[in-house]
């Protein structure tokens, strides 16, 4: 994913640039994840949610923390576990008794950046009040709506679903998220330069914003105008498709799957200094997009099958189109 600047191309250039200072910014505190946070970005400028998952001790939280303080928007905490009630994420309506009428109290889903730290320890009914807001920007408590502010994103960390404590994700919460990102080990320069840093480097709450409140909605704009050929359209739906009537899946792309996949590729293709998506864009971006969303079958799970080698065969039972059509 190295950015390539186009020359010439003023629109571009001006993403590339906010998206590089970003990411510029989070290496300050976080090293040898330069991918991950170029796979965050991409997320946050398709106008999508973000779930990095990992074992403990990897950088989820400063990895979320670290993109919130680069734009210097609102943000919040929310810290998951068993006891967490629906009510402390949306909010709840409280009796004031200077009025003497019930006022609403607003949770901790209302800011801009919303941080679900470690969100697969709450339980399901809690997990379920993030539906409404992660689909609609919007919460409705006791039948009235409140409009969560724009923009608006949530940066979900979870542990593996085997760890002690974890509840899975139901299907419908994970196909809200547009990215599943995982962390992984630093290798061994990166980890001698984290032990390094410690000592003489910045921490996360020492990180300054690098560019506006207002870059979000830029990039966002930016690519939706990029450029998505009706080939490449006609891709994605055939990759569905095969996904779909896949042996090994009991769950396929869904529509909104598809839909995320484009928004990503436009994305991705605005980082890299282009102003058209490419197969290579989308090829690069079926894993963190979809491998969350569908279910193996139980064959295939029994068999020890792989999400990835799926996705592999995907590719390959699908022909690329040349842009000659």
């Not at 399901?124 to 009235?144: G, H």
């Not at 058209?276 to 079926?286: C, E, F, G, R, S």
Request: glycine residues 8%; contains cysteine.
């Amino acid at each position: 994913m190295a950015t390539q600047q186009t020359a010439g191309d003023a629109p571009v250039g001006r993403f590339a640039g906010l998206f590089d200072a970003v990411v510029a910014n989070v290496a300050r505190v976080i090293q040898g994840k330069e991918e991950a946070t170029r796979l965050a970005l991409v997320c946050i400028a398709a106008q999508g949610h973000l779930l990095i998952e990992d074992v403990p001790g990897v950088g989820k939280t400063t990895l979320a923390k670290a993109l919130a303080r680069s734009f210097g928007l609102e943000w919040r905490r929310i810290q998951f576990t068993p006891d967490l009630l629906p009510s402390d994420v949306t909010g709840a309506s409280v009796w004031d008794r200077n009025s003497g009428k019930f006022t609403f109290r607003p949770g901790g889903i209302f800011a801009n950046v919303v941080l679900g730290d470690e969100i697969n320890r709450a339980s399901p009914k809690t997990q379920s009040a993030l539906l409404e807001a992660m689909e609609e920007r919007q919460v409705t408590v006791d039948a009235t709506t409140y409009q969560l502010p724009a923009p608006f994103l949530v940066m979900a960390t979870q542990n593996p679903a085997d760890h002690e404590g974890t509840y899975p994700l139901p299907e419908s919460q994970l196909d809200r998220f547009l990215l599943r990102v995982r962390m992984g080990y630093p290798d061994r320069g990166a980890e001698i330069a984290m032990l390094d840093h410690q000592a003489h480097g910045p921490s996360v709450d020492d990180l300054d914003a690098v560019v506006g409140t207002d870059a979000v909605a830029t990039m966002v704009a930016l690519a939706n105008r990029i450029h998505v050929a009706a080939p490449l359209k006609g891709y994605i739906v055939d990759l569905a498709a095969a996904t779909r009537r896949h042996p090994s899946l009991s769950l396929g792309m869904s529509p909104r799957a598809a839909l995320a996949l484009q928004r990503a590729a436009r994305a991705l293709a605005a980082a890299c200094g282009r102003d058209y998506a490419t197969p290579d864009d989308v090829k690069t971006l079926i894993g963190p997009v979809l491998a969350h969303r569908m279910v193996l079958s139980p064959e295939a799970a029994i068999g020890g099958g792989g999400m990835s080698d799926i996705l592999a065969e995907v590719l390959r039972s699908v022909p690329v189109p040349s842009g000659r059509g």
